[in-house]
């Protein structure tokens, strides 16, 4: 009867263990498709992933990690959840302007004024209603702050893991270079200062100088960010 029961738990850890494997695996996947359709791949992961913040004892990992190949596999997915979530959680996971509409894409495009093809690195946003405020994305610290020909009043922001934030176009600046900024904190308000033929929010999302989709990004980001916003205290 012992040998039975130890034989039924082993059977039942066993199963445990290859359902574990199956969702962490499936959710795994969904969160890296996710990554990748906003432009992140393995070299912008690991770019994010190498700058943030940690530190810690180093210790022996748990015995049972060696125990089978499933038991392995299962403490490999644990971990791939946990840096997959942690990149996650360093993108922006919101808009920089309260309501809004997107007047031009991210990608190839024909550019309004010089009439050539080129690659938009950012999306070109409409400020609906009356709030016009831009808006910090995450919190950061303002690398630049100043009036550029291209992007005219422009801010850039530095946020952890190596992600930077630009928005440009704007008719005023309320912060300066130098300056730590908190989430949701207003930087300016729209405008057409620049080269543009209209008032509009020019808006990048950058990791190591590369540019990513902002729309597919902070879509990536909201949702494992929304999911793990606990009941408000």
């Known amino acids: 009867a012992i040998v039975g029961n130890i034989k039924e738990q082993q059977s039942t850890l066993r199963w445990l263990l290859a359902t574990s494997l199956s969702a962490l695996s499936t959710e795994n996947a969904e969160l890296w498709r996710g990554m990748v359709k906003s432009g992140v791949n393995d070299k912008t992961f690991s770019t994010i992933q190498s700058s943030l913040p940690a530190g810690g004892q180093p210790t022996a990992p748990p015995e049972f990690a060696a125990a089978d190949a499933n038991s392995k596999a299962v403490v490999d997915e644990v971990i791939r959840n946990r840096e ?77 893991g190596g992600v930077e934030t630009l928005y440009g176009h704007m008719s005023v600046l309320n912060v300066k270079e130098g300056q730590d900024v908190t989430r949701q904190q207003v930087l300016g308000r729209v405008g057409s200062t620049g080269l543009s033929t209209g008032k509009h929010l020019h808006f990048e999302i950058l990791v190591g100088g590369a540019p990513l989709d902002p729309e597919k990004v902070i879509s990536a980001a909201r949702n494992i960010q929304k999911a793990e916003v606990g009941p408000s205290h």
Do not use: C, W
């Open 84 to 160: 997959l979530k942690e990149v996650l959680r360093a993108l922006p996971g919101q808009m920089p302007l309260a309501e809004y509409d997107i007047s031009s894409d991210f990608g190839l495009r024909r550019h309004p004024i010089l009439g050539k093809v080129d690659a938009h690195p950012g999306i070109d946003m409409l400020s609906l209603g009356v709030d016009d405020r831009v808006r910090s994305v995450a919190p950061g610290h303002v690398k630049t702050a100043g009036y550029t020909p291209s992007y005219g009043n422009m801010v850039v922001l530095e946020h952890a």
